[in-house]
């Protein structure tokens, strides 16, 4: 007879199916199962669940409330105490805010709030400041009144709080900044910390408009105080999505350290994979129990999913912990960064660039100067898309940088976002177009599914500009990646040495190959697959039942004139 105290330990990698147990020692026969089960139903109701800070960016609060923060504070610390003047850029939603707000409370000398964490070790003398912390975020931004309405607001309550006397022209920014700044070094007689978070939320507001320059100047002279002030400064940190180079904004504050790419400060915000698998196994169990799969499955679908952000040469991988948390109270695996809309910026940029995503997919080599470069000089979207989080690092060789999206949320939002620039712009039809097309699929009504795409492309708008071979190479290309949440999955389409698109179902395998030359024919397609030995790597593809997944190829001619695919042919393998 099995007693639990003492005896078995479940934990969360047990593998059930096969009733093994950890600690005991010894593998269990299938007698056990009820018992391993009802432990493992034990194991998992007894540890609480953590209280996620779900839309939450106040540390006080967070540590008050008793939800779960992931301690960086050890990093806080090496900042704080080893250089004054600092920037910062990460995607948004990535907890910059929160990050703003731990420095704040740690040097308003709060150390109540930092009890059990790394800080409460490393700090001793906990000397108070005055902070004045400015959060450029919480309007938009669209003309020069707006920017002054904006700012006033901002700086009101700090001069109110400090006793500052307006200026007659409260439109001084530098001046008005500056007085802040005295009045809280002379009242309080010590150093004065200055935090901004989103320092770039006007340029960003307004980047490609015509009042963009205006935006810039008024900011700069907001910031321009922040060097000439040095000597009452304690502590300088700026927060922002993107590099607008420091000539163009911070002019005289030239003595910013940029810990953007650092590899000490890689993992400043953000959860690392070490954190997520250390820290949430109850949570990751209890999301791979609703959705029916094992723990090592659940591991393996969030680091797919939200995982895979790099900082920097050297950084370790990087979860989105806005989806990351969300997903994990939710038990769910679903879009949740994405959810949350696309920057206007970005928005301008694919309307202005013919943004062409197959080397997104596939990653591509860059130098440092193709995506960290100053967003105002930039003559591609790289740069915007790489600091605001749709591209990452995938790699360094010593040479050069290898550029990709880094998860399946980002690499899908993305692809579906650029969709209407290619193909319809109601994105409601693009949508039922998918649902028809995949459903097709899954049924294996190949010929349906041709006429879907048939029909889907012949009614996409005419536009003499973008309509050439590489325009309907790119459809073809997000039709199959926007596969995915609907099939098992779609391989990679255009790589070296793989079909043009690749879809397997839940019990067959199709391959396709596109020819959009116009005096090719669908025979010579299907020869290539056959040369190529496209199907090659799935003739061991098995379905659930064990048997072997159908397979078919599929060889495609275009139509340029109709502007849509032309012939096909499927052959089962």
Known sequence: MFQFHGLLKICPETNFDAYSVRGCGSQMGPQAAPLVRLAHFCYINSMALKRFPIGVQDFARIREDGMYYVDKTDLVYKLTHTDLYYFLSRPRRFGKSLLVSTLQYYFEGRKDLFAGLAMEKLETEWKKYPVIRLDMSIVKYSDKDSLANSLNKILEPQEKRFAVTPEPDNHTWGVRMSRIIEAAHEQTGCQVVVLVDEYDAPMLDTFGMESFEDIRVQVRSLYSPLKALGGILRFVFLTGISKFSQLSIFSELNNLKVITMNDDYAAICGITKEEVLTQMQPEIQALADKNGLTYDEACDALKRQYDGYHFSKNSPDVFNPFSLINALSDKELANYWFATGTPTILTRLMRKYKVDPTPFDTGFEATLDMFDAPTETAKNPIPMLYQSGYLTI??????????????????????????????????????????????????????????????????????????????????????????????????????????????????????????????ATVDDALKQIDDKGYLIPYSVTMAKDGSPKKLFKIGVTFDLEKRTIGEWKVVEA
């Open 394 to 519: 995938k790699g360094f060789d010593g040479f050069a940088y290898t550029i990709g999206f880094p998860n399946e949320e980002v690499r899908l939002g993305f692809l579906k976002a650029l969709m209407p620039y290619y193909a319809m712009d109601d994105v409601v039809d693009n949508d039922m177009f998918m649902l028809r097309f995949t459903k097709a699929l899954r049924e294996g009504k190949l010929d349906d599914a041709m006429n879907f795409i048939r029909a889907f492309m012949s009614g996409i708008p005419y536009n003499a500009k973008r309509k050439d071979e590489n325009h309907y190479k790119t459809v073809l290309f997000l039709i199959f990646k926007l596969c995915t949440p609907y099939v098992v999955r779609t391989e990679e389409c255009s790589a070296a040495g793989r079909a043009d698109a690749v879809v397997e179902t839940a019990d067959a395998v199709y391959v396709f190959e596109f020819k959009l030359d116009s005096s």
